[in-house]
Nanobody
Framework: VQLQASGGGSVQPGSSLRLSCAAS????????LAWFRQAPGQEREAVSC????????YYEDSAKGRFTISSDNAKKTVYLQMEGLKPEDTALYFC??????????????RGQGTQVTVSS
């Protein structure tokens, strides 16, 4: 299983970024997919998750209304569109394959991640 995240960068507050995660080595339709983030000295947190059918989407409270998760099974890619970025969004973002077809916050596999830095 490989998960390759991209799309991070250094941006100013209020900017937008779209993270992408290309997956291979498993059947995307069988598992929920999630984005996590971890800032230095802080615990990892689940930012967003999409069920295997795409019918359920979870967002961490600070992400609600600003982030949008989506997936393209044909391209085996999951996206995280982030709007109105804030300095507190600064972290390493990585995508992960959840244990089941629904979101639990527990993952089987994770990628290395892409860095998002928000500062003025």
């Amino acid at each position: 299983v490989q998960l390759q995240a991209s799309g991070g960068g250094s941006v100013q507050p209020g900017s937008s970024l779209r993270l992408s995660c290309a997956a291979s080595g498993f059947t995307l339709e069988d598992y929920a997919l999630a984005w996590f983030r971890q800032a230095p000295g802080q615990e990892r947190e689940a930012v967003s998750c999409i069920s295997s059918s795409g019918g359920f989407k979870y967002y961490e409270d600070s992400a609600k209304g600003r982030f949008t998760i989506s997936s393209d099974n044909a391209k085996k890619t999951v996206y995280l569109q982030m709007e109105g970025l804030k300095p507190e969004d600064t972290a390493l973002y990585f995508c992960a394959v959840e244990r089941f077809y629904y979101c639990t916050g527990s993952f089987l596999y994770r990628g290395q991640g892409t860095q998002v830095t928000v500062s003025s």
